[in-house]
């Protein structure tokens, strides 16, 4: 007797799930697919959705004393108070200064920022599906109503220095090193939220460059920041580095997202910034040791003590071998578990931080081998949360409860070895 043929339902399913998986010719429409989805949306939510004046307002007023020649940083002030981020911040808003008719155009900034917003989320999705991200995921990387106020209807800065983070992990998967290093000095001039992957950046250049190459990256990007703020520095070096690089910043417990059902009391306390700053410590050299070291195969002390002494810990063949572990799954998760890990001890976020969250999140949450299920329960409290306003003590535990989940199932996921890269991409290796 012939065996029965499956249904055209049973199919449809079939189909459907090899596409989500990956196994299909059609997966690879998935993201193009979504990209145009999210292009009409931003269209819509420019239509229909009141633009929202926060910080935009302050960020001109503050271009205007710039362009009238003013490079004195703690002189530079706007309705929200002194100007506090670094200067490719100022170059920045300056373009689009220029380009907004001294900044009252605000229907051509949201325009302008929508375009950045999908600029963005295609190298987003460029990223996932190279580090061999399924389908199923990718959804999740259009659907946040937070994500689209932050970029769209109020043009935070944050949203620049997003675009500049990913592309930087876009060019350290291709092992562009140098060109991936300045994309994230440049990102790191507009805002310092950037520096929270600054350990993971050291270390993706350490192991796929080498010392000396990863030295020469490293010189690259303090020359570039130098060279940005020159003509501040020139006319006040304490001052610009002072405001630019601001890390004794006091922070308004109304404002704050994360930390809110600690009590203000708490929050505004020295103790309570203390006992963030030493568990992000202990939680990112836990990472360093037993996640980001591990291509390198050697204890941490034969790798600090050579290069305190200005020597690689590497021979020249064993500089190749390990290079080739540094993939684009070990670049991307070893950068986005940083990042995730600074947000989840930051002495607070506010709600524009999100443009370094959300696309973050689903990518850590697929790596640590969470159910699919999971991955989108605890996405879609994670968007709960960030979109209660202003935040509560549930809104603002869940912000921290799936942030610090999190980072455990990635601290526990147990790590798969490393694919070598191919032979032309090591050839690539002094790039």
């Not at 002194?82 to 373009?95: D, F, I, R, S």
């Not at 592309?167 to 092992?175: E, G, K, P, T, V």
């Not at 001890?345 to 699919?372: I, K, V």
Request: with cysteine; net charge positive; aromatic share 14%.
């Amino acid at each position: 007797m012939a065996s029965k043929e499956p249904g055209i339902v049973s199919q449809v399913v079939t189909l459907a799930f090899d596409v989500a998986n990956g196994r299909s010719a059609l997966s690879k429409l998935v993201p193009p697919c979504l990209l145009l989805v999210d292009a009409v949306l931003c269209a819509l939510v420019i239509w229909k959705i009141p633009y929202t004046e926060i910080d935009w307002k302050a960020y001109m007023e503050q271009i205007a004393q710039y362009v009238a020649g003013e490079h004195d940083y703690p002189s530079i002030k706007g309705g929200t108070g002194p100007l506090v981020y670094p200067a490719a911040h100022v170059y920045t808003y300056t373009a689009l200064y220029n380009l907004t008719d001294k900044g009252t155009n605000i229907f051509l900034a949201q325009e302008i920022f929508s375009v950045l917003y999908l600029a963005t989320l295609a190298l987003v999705m460029a990223c996932y599906w190279k580090a061999k991200v399924p389908p199923y995921v990718f959804p999740l990387l259009i659907l946040s109503k937070r994500l689209h106020s932050v970029f769209i209807l109020r043009c935070f800065n944050d949203c620049f220095a997003t675009f500049f983070l990913w592309l930087a992990i876009f060019l350290f998967q291709r092992r562009q090193w140098t060109a991936a290093s300045l994309v994230y000095s440049w990102g790191l001039g507009i805002k310092m939220s950037l520096l929270l992957v600054l350990p993971a950046v050291g270390i993706v250049l350490l192991l796929g460059r080498g010392f000396s190459g990863s030295l020469k990256c490293a010189i690259a990007m303090a020359q570039l920041q130098i060279v940005m703020a020159s003509p501040f520095l020139q006319e006040n070096a304490r001052g610009y580095a002072s405001k630019a690089f601001e890390l004794t910043r006091q922070f308004f417990f109304k404002w704050t997202v994360n930390w809110r059902f600690v009590g203000e009391d708490i929050f505004l306390s020295r103790p309570f910034s203390l006992a963030l700053l030493a568990m992000h410590a202990l939680v990112l050299t836990g990472f360093i040791i037993n996640k980001w070291l591990k291509p390198a195969e050697k204890p941490l002390l034969a790798i600090i003590v050579p290069i305190l002494q200005f020597s690689s810990p590497f021979s020249p063949q064993e500089e190749l071998v390990v290079a080739s572990h540094v993939n684009p799954e070990y670049v991307t998760t070893t950068i986005l578990s940083a990042n995730v890990i600074g947000l989840l001890f930051a002495r607070t976020l506010h709600y524009q931080f999100y443009s370094y969250l959300a696309w973050s999140t689903p990518y850590l949450l697929w790596r640590s081998g969470a159910h699919p299920v999971i991955q989108y329960g605890l996405w879609a409290l994670q968007e709960w949360a960030w979109n209660v306003f202003p935040s509560t003590p549930i809104s603002s535990g869940v912000v921290v409860g799936v942030l610090a989940i999190t980072v455990a199932l990635i601290a526990f996921q147990k790590d798969k070895s490393a694919a070598p890269v191919s032979d032309s991409a090591r050839e690539r290796k002094k790039v």
